[in-house]
């Protein structure tokens, strides 16, 4: 077996949602470190993933870390808390604590803990300034707890500004592309006192993505994320990790070592193309004929987004504990109410044209009868935007 022996534990962070690979499976920094950390040391790595996508800290350390610990590393890396800071009020210092037990396990078996803030998304969220402040306090929190501890391997992602520019992260705007994987594998490999390869830091920006925005960015990812609130489903549930064993990561030849950016595959990109086609204007907000007679569809759409807002202000930004009714509940309620009249309205001005029947009634001058004549005709009506 190898002398060095790294498993990563985490959340979808870890896993590497985002860097997805041309056959469907994702990579991620975990996968980018072990192989650039063979390549630094010209030895071989021994490599676990435990991680899987949404989960919270506390299951992350109880279905995660005793697994782990069992394959005996040498090093284990652990980041977490991302998904609990999304949820309303959050406790920090709970979530602190999973990190304290992370810790003490680890020192109980001597592994050297790597320990990561995730990457900062909120300059891109809805809600974005609450997400800061909690992720600022739990970076906080977290590193009161390690203070003393100059032997725990820190890699900071959280307050890396250029890391939360847009062109590091997926359409989505909550996990990273192979871009941002790339800049946190750098900053792993460089904590570890690894040599980081060229240009991993800063990668040439990807081609553009068919990133919705507006109310398509809302119906294709934070309608599915409300919806799995409000069932208590998780976007992991079912999967498995995705290296439950070690696997072997070995040198690469020098000019093989760069591991150039994933490009999405022809059947993507035949689809992104086929989606541009169908929604030239996806990336508007409300069209500029929404004054005209249909504005009762752009006044469900705004409706809509008037209940998803204050919902979600009552479930992520209100602070108050009220006896006789659950404001948490509330929330969750009026977004997903806010987001079913979001969507019958984007389907109402999907229908691009009206039909309308007109009956007209006249004499016949010749044979003097009472004719009746009905015609129908199709007018532009409102356009779907």
């Known amino acids: ?10 959340d979808s962070f870890t896993e590497g949602v985002g860097d997805d690979l041309p056959d469907g499976h994702v990579r991620g920094w975990a996968d980018l470190v072990a192989q650039g950390w063979a390549d630094g040391s010209g030895e071989s790595v021994s490599y676990a993933n435990l991680a899987i996508r949404g989960r919270l800290v506390w299951p992350i ?4 870390l005793d697994a782990a610990l069992a394959l005996a590393p040498t090093h284990l890396s652990f980041n977490g808390g991302g998904n609990d800071i999304l949820r309303p009020r ?22 050297t803990l790597l320990l990561l803030s995730g990457a900062n998304p909120s300059g891109q969220l809805p809600l974005g300034r609450v997400f800061q402040r909690r992720g600022d306090l739990l970076s906080a929190a977290v590193e009161a707890r390690i203070a003393n501890r100059p032997d725990v391997v820190r ?8 890391l939360g520019r847009p062109p590091y992260w ?10 941002g994987h790339h800049r946190v594998a750098a900053r792993v490999l460089a904590a570890l006192g690894q040599p980081v390869p060229d240009g991993w830091w800063s990668l040439p920006e990807l081609p553009p993505a068919d990133s919705p925005r507006g109310r398509a960015y809302y119906r294709e990812h934070v309608g599915p994320w409300i919806r799995r609130r409000l069932t208590g489903t998780s ?8 290296y439950a064993a070690w696997r072997r990561s070995s040198p690469l030849p020098a000019e093989a070592a760069q591991h150039p950016v994933s490009r999405p595959s022809a059947q993507k ?26 504005k009762r569809r752009v006044m469900s759409i705004g409706s809509g987004i008037a209940l998803f807002v204050i919902g979600a202000i009552l479930a992520f930004a209100v ?22 009249v979001f969507l019958i309205g984007i389907i109402l001005m999907a229908r691009r044209r009206q039909s309308d029947t007109v009956t007209r009634t006249s004499v016949d001058p010749v044979a003097g009868e009472r004719v009746t004549r009905q015609s129908s005709s199709t007018t532009p009506d409102d356009r779907a935007v």
């Open 269 to 294: 990109r035949r689809a992104l193309s086929t989606r541009r086609r169908e929604c030239p204007r996806r990336a508007e907000w409300l069209g500029r004929d929404s004054i005209l007679p249909g």
């Open 61 to 64: 350390v109880e279905e995660q």
């Open 170 to 179: 997926s359409p989505d705007r909550l996990h990273m592309n192979a871009r």
């Open 235 to 242: 976007s992991g549930d079912g999967r498995e990790a995705k």
């Open 1 to 10: 077996m190898s002398s060095v022996r790294f498993v990563a534990i985490g």
């Open 319 to 340: 602070n108050v504990q009220v006896e006789w009714v659950d404001l948490d509940l509330i929330g969750y309620i009026l977004m997903g109410a806010g987001a079913l």
């Open 155 to 162: 890699a900071y992602n959280w307050p890396d500004r250029e």
């Open 90 to 111: 959050a406790s920090v210092s709970r979530i602190a604590d999973a990190f304290t037990e992370v810790l003490r396990r680890c020192d109980d078996q001597g592994v």
